[in-house]
């Protein structure tokens, strides 16, 4: 408990004042992720606009259950997830996929390139492209939500993951996931339909024995999926 010195100032323990600094820093660090958006901010750690303005500027707010609250929720949703999808990113899929190794859990891993990106990127500018990346990630989440492990790899790379699926049954969801990205794209700001597509490699987990050998294993097959298209 903080208590007040002789000339009623509130003096925090050692501990607290190290609670404090690291609440703040997390805050900064959420509205940094979100780019500046306060209300998405707020929305991520379940608080309102002005309790970030108290932490951030009041030197004597302190609120163990709330800090505790909000170190939790920036772990869910912000330390874990992509600042552009919302995804999981990749150091979250790496604990997921060495969770279902140590289990012996069989799945699939597909990592997908998207083709025809970067003249999006050139033509219309980033905002556009971060608009192609999330309508993709939209589309994934509507359609494997609840079946797969779905992850923004890095750039236009991303990695979907389907538990106990065989390898015969992988073809038809690769055929599947590459129909959901070639659907046209009709994006706000874009005075025409954009398309992409993509190359798409997949390897079983029995193929390797960590999460790097086998990320390795799908890249390389990606990476023949794109010349043989």
């Known amino acids: 408990m903080h208590l007040l010195n002789k000339s009623n100032k509130v003096k925090f323990t050692t501990k607290e004042q190290r609670e404090i600094k690291a609440i703040k820093t997390k805050v900064m660090m959420a509205i940094n992720y979100f780019k500046g958006d306060l209300e998405k901010t707020a929305e991520a750690l379940k608080i309102k606009p002005a309790?970030?303005?108290?932490?951030?500027?009041?030197?004597?707010?302190?609120?163990?259950?709330?800090?505790?609250?909000?170190?939790?929720?920036?772990?869910?949703?912000?330390?874990?997830?992509?600042?552009?999808?919302?995804?999981?990113?990749?150091?979250?899929?790496?604990?997921?996929?060495?969770?279902?190794?140590?289990?012996?859990i069989d799945f699939t891993l597909f990592f997908i390139d998207l083709n025809k990106f970067k003249p999006i990127n050139d033509t219309y500018g980033h905002e556009v492209g971060d608009l192609a990346l999330k309508e993709i990630a939209t589309?994934?989440?509507?359609?494997?939500?609840?079946?797969?492990?779905?992850?923004?790899?890095?750039?236009?790379?991303?990695?979907?993951?389907?538990?106990?699926?065989?390898?015969?049954?992988?073809?038809?969801?690769?055929?599947?996931?590459?129909?959901?990205?070639?659907?046209?794209?009709?994006?706000?700001?874009?005075?025409?339909i954009l398309e992409v597509s993509a190359s798409i490699g997949y390897a079983h987990s029995s193929e390797a024995t960590n999460v790097l050998d086998l990320v390795s294993i799908a890249d390389k097959a990606m990476y023949a999926d794109k010349e043989n298209n």
């Open 51 to 104: 309790t970030i303005d108290k932490i951030l500027e009041d030197k004597k707010y302190y609120k163990p259950v709330l800090f505790k609250r909000i170190n939790d929720l920036y772990s869910d949703n912000v330390a874990s997830r992509d600042p552009i999808t919302g995804l999981q990113n990749r150091s979250t899929l790496e604990v997921a996929i060495q969770q279902a190794k140590s289990k012996n």
């Open 139 to 192: 589309r994934f989440i509507n359609n494997y939500n609840h079946r797969a492990e779905i992850c923004r790899w890095g750039g236009d790379e991303f990695i979907l993951i389907f538990y106990k699926v065989s390898k015969e049954k992988s073809k038809k969801y690769y055929y599947d996931i590459l129909r959901l990205i070639s659907e046209p794209m009709d994006l706000e700001g874009v005075d025409k």
